[in-house]
Antibody, heavy 118, light 108 residues
Framework: EVQLVESGGALVQPGRSLRLSCAAS????????MHWVRQTPGKGLEWVAG????????GYGDSVKGRFTISRDNAKNSLFLQMNSLRPEDTAIYYC???????????WGQGTLVTVSP | QFALTQPASVSGSPGQTITISCTGT?????????VSWYQQHPGKAPKLIIY???KRPSGVSNRFSGSKSDNTASLTISGLQTEDEADYYC????????FGGGTKLTVL
């Protein structure tokens, strides 16, 4: 059974940094691209970033480009999201998601809450 | 900026059939067959129920079906059940990735 467990969410002040992690199990991790997707009450779901199986292909949503960095450690079946220069509008539940077909998100974790507030 | 527009809410009674629309602001929905749909129950993560406009992942009920006409994609749920009450989101890949704003389905 595919399991994705996010961690690292917290309350942080604007301008600070935070690193999210996602522990994957139940599938061959380095066979799949992975994504971070976030959800806010006001703006709904938003794709944040994606990374291919070996980290050689990476993409970011426009709102986080230049501030967030996605990475992975295939030896540890783990996905990461380094978030710098955090803004209040980054407040959201952040989900780790396993790629499906290259264009969709087939499995999701339970999410981790990031709150950016003074 | 490109957007996908969904109705804020739809409702139906058990056994009925409902349809949720997802309309693009440009012709990208029309030109790309990479529309997917997600179901989200309160407090839970989204679940993929339709991909590539019409395909269902393994284990998803055949009461869920997808279609597309011109620049609008649609999700149809037949034989409505109380457990179908949830939020539904469409999503498009067209070189960029965008979600619709979501539709709250109420089963009366």
């Amino acid at each position: 059974e595919v399991q994705l467990v996010e961690s690292g969410g917290a309350l942080v002040q604007p301008g600070r940094s935070l690193r999210l992690s996602c522990a994957a199990s139940g599938f061959i991790f380095d066979d799949f691209a992975m994504h971070w997707v976030r959800q806010t009450p006001g703006k709904g779901l938003e794709w944040v970033a994606g990374i291919n199986w070996n980290g050689g292909g990476i993409g970011y949503g426009d709102s986080v480009k230049g501030r967030f960095t996605i990475s992975r450690d295939n030896a540890k079946n783990s996905l990461f999201l380094q978030m710098n220069s955090l803004r209040p509008e980054d407040t959201a539940i952040y989900y780790c998601a396993k790629d499906f077909t290259g264009y969709t998100y087939g499995n999701w974790g339970q999410g981790t809450l990031v709150t950016v507030s003074p | 900026q490109f957007a996908l527009t969904q109705p804020a809410s739809v409702s139906g009674s058990p056994g009925q059939t409902i349809t949720i629309s997802c309309t693009g602001t440009s012709s990208d929905v029309k030109n790309y067959n990479l529309v997917s749909w997600y179901q989200q129950h309160p407090g839970k993560a989204p679940k993929l129920i339709i991909y590539e406009v019409t395909k269902r992942p393994s284990g998803v009920s055949n009461r869920f079906s997808g279609s597309k006409s011109d620049n609008t994609a649609s999700l149809t749920i037949s034989g409505l059940q109380t457990e179908d009450e949830a939020d539904y989101y469409c999503c498009l890949y067209a070189g960029f990735r965008v979600f619709g704003g979501g539709t709250k389905l109420t089963v009366l």
